[in-house]
């Protein structure tokens, strides 16, 4: 019994922290591609300036759930 409660605590752990990890990795991405320069596109930070402020993340369950994720980082 107590080799299976340890099993699901270990596992656990991994799959956040594995998680985790991918949210990481993802935005990473997502930013990269965002900065991927072409001449129709507008800088990133001036993109970051327009946008940000337009933006009311708890409309969004999925990117509250994110930025508490990476608050526990």
């Known amino acids: 019994m107590v080799n299976i409660l340890l099993q699901l605590l270990v596992n656990d752990y991994i799959f956040h922290k594995v ?4 949210i990481w990795f993802h935005g ?3 930013q990269k591609e965002m900065q991927k320069q072409k001449p ?4 990133l930070p001036s993109f970051f ?3 940000i402020p ?3 993340i708890n409309q969004h369950p999925d ?8 608050e526990q980082l």
């Open 19 to 22: 998680l985790q990890y991918l």
């Open 63 to 70: 990117i509250v759930e994110l930025r508490t994720r990476i």
């Open 40 to 43: 129709r596109y507008i800088s």
């Open 49 to 51: 300036e327009w946008a």
């Open 28 to 30: 990473k991405d997502l």
């Open 54 to 56: 337009k933006l009311d």
